[in-house]
């Protein structure tokens, strides 16, 4: 069945750092990635997405990039801060439908 | 413009009762989803409603429920509660249609079974 792999499962980096979040989807047909921020005690937030037909997404210090040769995409966030903190979820969808499959999540902490 | 809205925030309940949860979605989104998140586990899929009808359901056994009302807003019901119910149910939305669109979360609800 469709399968997302997500890692690493926790990263720790220095303040001002950069983080790098890796995952891996089986359908081919796929064709949207969303990446959801989710801080303790709230629902996931989108911060970033992207559609098959585009290579790399910036948004301020956010990127994606997808490699749909490899069936891989991967969260950049440059110049961490401590509310960078949290656990990050990708996504992506089955075929063009609406059901996404869900990474099990990275664990970002950001050490000040 | 209002997110995502769900309520309770907290919902308390014993083995064998019913839960019903809420969720209002962003205005002129139809599509609802549910979902599932077990403490230190990814989130589960439970149930998809677009036009008032539900489209799809995740893994869940049948006493997971639910319906879309006219205004789209929706309930998830639980019956039988069992202990391991006991999970963050997060709904989320979308313009609906059934296309890969972005879905939209709101902040969960926390469901604990004793």
């Known amino acids: 069945g469709e399968n997302v792999e997500q890692h690493p499962s926790t990263l720790s980096v220095q303040e001002g750092d950069s983080a790098v979040i890796k995952c891996t989807y089986s359908?081919?047909?796929?064709?949207?990635f969303p990446w959801y921020k989710q801080e303790l005690g709230k629902g996931p937030q989108l911060i970033i997405d992207?559609?098959?037909?585009?290579g790399e997404k910036k948004d301020q210090r956010i990127a994606v990039t997808l490699n749909k040769t490899a069936k891989h995409f991967s969260l950049h966030i440059t110049e961490t801060q401590p509310e960078d903190s949290a656990v990050y979820f990708c996504?992506?969808?089955?075929?063009?439908?609406?059901?996404?499959?869900f990474g099990t999540g990275t664990r970002l902490k950001v050490l000040a | 413009e209002a997110g995502v809205t769900q309520s309770p925030t907290h919902l308390i309940k014993t083995r064998g009762q019913q839960a019903t949860l809420r969720c209002s979605p962003i205005s002129g989104h139809t599509s609802v989803y549910w979902y599932q998140q077990a403490l230190g586990l990814g989130l589960q899929f439970l149930l998809w409603y677009d036009e008032g009808e539900e489209r799809n359901r995740g893994n869940f056994p049948p006493r997971f429920s639910g319906r879309q009302f006219p205004n789209y807003s929706s309930e998830l019901n639980v019956n039988a509660l069992e202990l391991e119910d006991s999970a963050l149910y997060l709904c989320?939305?979308?313009?609906?249609?059934?296309?890969?669109?972005?879905?939209?979360f709101g902040p969960g609800t926390r469901l604990t079974v004793l």
């Open positions: 996504a992506a969808s089955i075929g063009g439908t609406y059901k996404y499959i």
């Open positions: 992207i559609r098959s037909n585009v």
């Open positions: 359908d081919s047909a796929s064709n949207y």
């Open positions: 989320a939305s979308s313009l609906g249609g059934g296309a890969a669109d972005t879905q939209y």
